[in-house]
């Protein structure tokens, strides 16, 4: 059984402009809780510092709900295919698909510019889908080249286990790789 009773007494001092004390009156709330014969007395502060927390708490769960919106907001949910992908998967995540164009920065020592033709419409963007250069289809067929080896000389089926072969295996962060077997002097005639 909850009991709930209020009693009201306050007595505020304050200075007037003309430096005057000034006491007024008002009620307050004092409510005493009775409940299964425990007695729970709330004094004025100890409303004043309830509604505080309450204040405190109902900011804090506001803050986390406006930090939860704003992440929602701003994560791109990349459901769309990208356009022209010819080797890799079309519904390939965007996180996934920088990492590898990262990998090829990385292995062929060569920038964006490499593969990708300027757009026709901004000279300093890239246009993505265009097949206008010839090195995008030349790592086109790269890839392919790389994935048919992995899978036939080296098992890789792309079960989590790192490809064998990679583009850094023979370019060596050279656009275009350089041949390391030297062959014997041939043998001096008779």
Avoid at 107 to 129: E, I, R, W, Y
Wanted: glycine share 4%; hydrophobic share 35%; with cysteine.
């Amino acid at each position: 059984m909850l009991v709930v009773s209020v009693t009201c007494n306050l007595t505020i001092n304050h200075k007037l402009p003309n430096h005057k004390l000034s006491t007024q009156r008002f009620q307050t709330t004092k409510i005493k809780l009775v409940h299964k014969k425990e007695n729970f007395t709330l004094t004025g502060k100890s409303i004043a510092m309830y509604q505080l927390h309450k204040k405190k708490l109902l900011a804090g769960i506001s803050l986390i709900c406006i930090l939860l919106v704003g992440v929602a907001a701003t994560t791109v949910q990349d459901k769309k295919p990208k356009p022209n992908l010819k080797v890799l998967p079309k519904d390939i995540s965007h996180e996934e698909l920088e990492k590898i164009m990262k990998g090829f920065n990385v292995s062929l020592g060569v920038k964006c510019n490499h593969c990708h033709a300027p757009s026709k419409t901004d000279a300093k963007k890239l246009d993505f889908s265009s097949d206008d250069k010839p090195e995008k289809n030349v790592a086109r067929d790269m890839m392919r080249m790389t994935a048919k080896i992995n899978k036939k000389y080296f098992d890789y089926g792309g079960d989590g286990h790192a490809a064998a072969l990679t583009c850094i295996t023979c370019h060596n962060g050279k656009a275009h790789p350089e041949s390391k077997i030297t062959l014997p002097p041939p043998p001096p005639e008779r």
